[in-house]
């Protein structure tokens, strides 16, 4: 599948922002089979993971790091993933990419290599 993330931006610290990846199959594939995530990319850091969901249960999954601030969910309709960031910090700054894998064991729903699909990134800037 094909993604396109957008929603980036500059934010104060405590601000909030949404991001979205929408994701474009051939017409006889559906997402129900798909992991979506979120990973970021820190400079001068490893990239790491965010936040996924699994879109035929919607079973989600949050990094330490982020849990109790983010929120991901899914629209079915518009085949699109958002990542509601709250309370956001100043170590939040990266480069945000969404990613797709079809199937996968749930226990390895945070390790990037097991994504095949990534969109571009989006740049989120968090300033103190």
């Known amino acids: 599948v094909q993604l396109q993330a957008s929603g980036g931006g500059l934010v104060q610290a405590e601000g909030s922002l949404r991001l979205s990846c929408t994701a474009s199959?051939?017409?006889?594939?559906?997402?129900?089979?798909?992991?979506m995530a979120w990973f970021r990319r820190a400079p001068g850091k490893e990239r790491e993971f965010v936040s996924a969901i699994r879109w035929s249960s919607g079973a989600k999954f949050y990094a330490d790091s982020v849990e109790g601030r983010f929120t991901i969910s899914r629209d079915a309709a518009r085949n699109t993933v958002y990542l509601q960031m709250n309370s956001l910090k100043p170590e939040d700054t990266a480069v945000y990419s969404c990613?797709?894998?079809?199937?996968?064991?749930?226990?390895?729903?945070?390790?990037?290599?097991?994504?095949?699909?990534w969109g571009q990134g989006t740049v989120v800037t968090v300033s103190s």
């Open positions: 199959a051939p017409s006889d594939r559906t997402l129900r089979h798909y992991d």
């Open positions: 990613a797709a894998r079809s199937g996968g064991i749930l226990s390895t729903i945070r390790f990037d290599y097991q994504y095949n699909d």
